[in-house]
């Protein structure tokens, strides 16, 4: 059985993914993607798709992208709205001549895998991650356009229930909306931090924390509103009054960081690292106590399953689709919600009653049921059970 999945862009995280369903479908597991969609400082990462599915890639040019802000046709810019024209997608997945397809969402690339699959009476999968809070301002056309596309699709791979949750409020059947999940690369990180030496982590560790019973909370992603990054900074500046030995530590880019920089780069407990090497995120893992995203807006967010894999406590906003999975109350972190600065600072506090160690335990555990081997494993027997 050859697998087919026409996936516009994808970033480092999914290659393990895919590699392990390629090893599950014995070689028979193929991508399509868009080079339009990287822009110049993204080659690595196509050489390392590349070398990771080998032939099994299939790297396509073809794609026209319109964007809607600078009204042109050109590639992929990061942050503006861009129109699809998949021409010569559907002679580019017949060379492949699949048995099964695999898409994303319910546009771009969709209506023409959907119409191949129908034509070639083959089954058509939709890869799809919103969730009931993401789609809240949805128009009732937009919602009754996905439930008419619907009946032309064989089934959903979504990452939890959340994301069911949303399906089934449109009315898609349950039976057709299957939980394969979202992984990290969690061996990646364990192996990375399993050759650092005990020195190394003490040391690293000793830039943020310079005192034995303080905390190091670590963010990873956007400095931006959405991701809640100017919430937590605010709420910091009360937390270190009752727990002034603290330190918080940010990683990553975003369009308020110069801003958060200017305004509170001279406070010693805070550090907005910038934007750090992914081969070095492994570092920030290890020197951190507590994993903390106050995101505002987020399907399922990958730096959650990263930070338990590295077995650390974990606290994610009401607005993260992975809560629901992935955060148990009182056993390996907390859930707030960052729009309340009280509820926020509750939470920051929660880890100088908890027990780390445990807590950190108890996230390795719950990450093992979301690894890579486990996601790949769900969406290969679903697709083995049906064809």
Request: glycine share 6%; charged share 25%; with cysteine.
């Amino acid at each position: 059985m050859k697998v087919l999945y026409c996936n516009p862009s994808f970033w480092e995280y999914r290659l393990p993914f895919y590699a392990e369903l390629n090893r599950l479908l014995q070689g028979n597991f193929h991508v399509i993607y868009s080079t339009k969609r990287y822009q110049a400082g993204h080659t690595a990462l196509l050489g390392k798709i590349a070398q990771t599915l080998g032939d099994n890639a299939h790297p396509w040019d073809s794609e026209w992208l319109y964007d809607s802000h600078t009204h042109a046709f050109g590639r992929f810019t990061e942050g503006h709205p861009h129109t699809s024209f998949p021409l010569g997608l559907w002679q580019r997945i017949s060379r492949i001549r699949p048995d099964a397809l695999i898409t994303e969402g319910f546009m771009q690339w969709t209506p023409v895998v959907q119409l191949y699959a129908l034509t070639h009476r083959i089954p058509v999968y939709v890869g799809y991650e919103k969730t009931p809070w993401t789609e809240r301002n949805n128009s009732r056309l937009k919602n009754l356009k996905r439930r008419w596309q619907d009946r032309w699709i064989t089934g959903y791979f979504v990452n939890g229930s959340e994301t069911r949750k949303y399906l089934e409020s449109i009315g898609i059947a349950s039976p057709k909306i299957h939980i394969g999940g979202m992984s990290a690369d969690s061996r990646g990180l364990r192996q990375d931090i399993a050759r650092l030496s005990e020195s190394e982590r003490t040391a690293f560790k000793a830039r943020f924390c310079k005192h034995g019973d303080g905390l190091v909370y670590l963010f990873s992603g956007r400095v931006e509103d959405l991701k809640g990054a100017p919430h937590l900074v605010r709420a910091w500046m009360k937390h270190t009054e009752r727990h002034p030995h603290d330190a918080l530590v940010l990683i990553g880019m975003g369009d308020r960081y110069d801003e958060l920089k200017a305004r509170y780069g001279q406070c010693p407990s805070l550090f907005l690292e910038g934007r750090v090497p992914y081969d070095d995120v492994h570092r920030y893992y290890a020197a951190a106590d507590v994993f903390i995203l106050p995101t505002l807006l987020d399907n399922w967010s990958l730096v959650i399953p990263e930070a338990m894999a590295c077995s650390l406590p974990v606290a994610t906003s009401i607005y993260n689709g992975c809560h629901p999975e992935l955060i148990q109350e009182g056993q390996n972190g907390t859930v707030f919600d960052p729009l309340r600065e009280d509820s926020l600072l509750k939470a920051l506090d929660y880890f100088h009653h908890a027990d780390l160690r445990a807590h950190g335990l108890r996230s390795a555990e719950i990450e093992k049921d979301w690894s890579t081997e486990c996601c790949a494993r769900r969406v290969f027997d679903c697709l083995t059970k049906e064809l």
